[in-house]
């Protein structure tokens, strides 16, 4: 085979030779492909690698044929395509109290363990129970948050979970011993007369037997 002396002739075993995008298009009857020119020296990519655009805000780099993106922080791939795991919430704050980060970049979040609330675990919750985790008794109210958790207990019961009955004061209607002592608990109240007296609250004077 010869080579045929024409500007865009060629025969079949001559290699393709580089042509101008003009050229390419312009419909030149060839006998070998038609390869564009490479870009001149110095010209930027336009797009990141396989010709595909770089996405979640990656930048264009490098030039023709070496096109790169590269990725904001919190993306990866080839293309700034894949979301990565979370490291930090979206303020780049980091889950307190032993709060655990999930999801990936773009939906942050921080699971709280119990006892603890907010965005990043920071806050205390409002206690379930009395200290220790104990739950209050005889009618004791929970108070306080994580951390500082205790039991208001109604009269009648002291202790750190309102467990002891204290000691009574009146008799079990709560009025007082006129003329004798209240003794007992909490729940079995009672007056001790005075020699003399009688009646729940020591209130009758008993009648001289001599």
């Given at each position: 085979?010869?080579?045929?002396?024409?500007?865009?002739?060629?025969?079949?075993?001559?290699?393709?030779?580089?042509?101008?995008?003009?050229?390419?298009?312009?419909?030149?009857?060839?006998?070998?492909?038609?390869?564009?020119?490479?870009?001149?020296?110095?010209?930027?990519?336009?797009?990141?690698?396989?010709?595909?655009?770089?996405?979640?805000?990656?930048a264009?780099?490098?030039?023709?044929?070496?096109?790169?993106?590269?990725?904001?922080?919190?993306?990866?791939?080839?293309?700034?395509?894949?979301?990565?795991?979370?490291?930090?919430?979206?303020?780049?704050?980091?889950?307190?109290?032993?709060g655990t980060?999930?999801?990936v970049?773009?939906?942050?979040a921080?699971?709280?363990?119990?006892?603890?609330?907010g965005?990043?675990?920071?806050?205390?919750?409002?206690?379930?129970?009395?200290?220790?985790?104990?739950?209050?008794?005889?009618?004791?109210?929970?108070?306080?948050?994580?951390?500082?958790?205790g039991?208001?207990?109604?009269?009648?019961?002291?202790?750190?979970?309102?467990?002891?009955?204290?000691?009574?004061?009146?008799?079990?209607?709560?009025?007082?011993?006129?003329?004798?002592?209240?003794?007992?608990?909490?729940?079995?109240c009672?007056?001790?007369?005075?020699?003399?007296?009688?009646?729940?609250?020591?209130?009758?004077?008993?009648?001289?037997?001599?």
């Amino acid at each position: 085979n010869e080579q045929v002396d024409a500007p865009d002739l060629y025969v079949s075993n001559v290699e393709p030779r580089s042509k101008t995008a003009q050229e390419c298009s312009c419909g030149a009857t060839v006998s070998a492909p038609c390869v564009a020119a490479p870009p001149p020296p110095g010209t930027a990519c336009k797009t990141g690698a396989h010709g595909k655009k770089c996405s979640n805000g990656g930048a264009i780099r490098g030039a023709p044929p070496s096109c790169t993106c590269e990725c904001s922080t919190g993306y990866k791939g080839d293309n700034c395509e894949t979301a990565e795991k979370c490291q930090t919430l979206a303020d780049g704050k980091v889950c307190q109290n032993n709060g655990t980060i999930t999801g990936v970049t773009g939906n942050c979040a921080c699971k709280c363990p119990t006892g603890w609330r907010g965005a990043d675990c920071s806050l205390a919750a409002p206690c379930t129970s009395g200290k220790d985790g104990k739950p209050c008794q005889n009618g004791g109210v929970v108070t306080g948050n994580t951390g500082s958790c205790g039991c208001r207990c109604v009269d009648g019961f002291v202790g750190a979970h309102c467990e002891e009955r204290t000691a009574c004061y009146a008799a079990a209607d709560d009025r007082p011993c006129v003329n004798g002592t209240a003794v007992g608990s909490t729940g079995s109240c009672r007056c001790e007369c005075n020699p003399g007296f009688s009646g729940t609250h020591c209130e009758i004077a008993m009648k001289c037997t001599a």
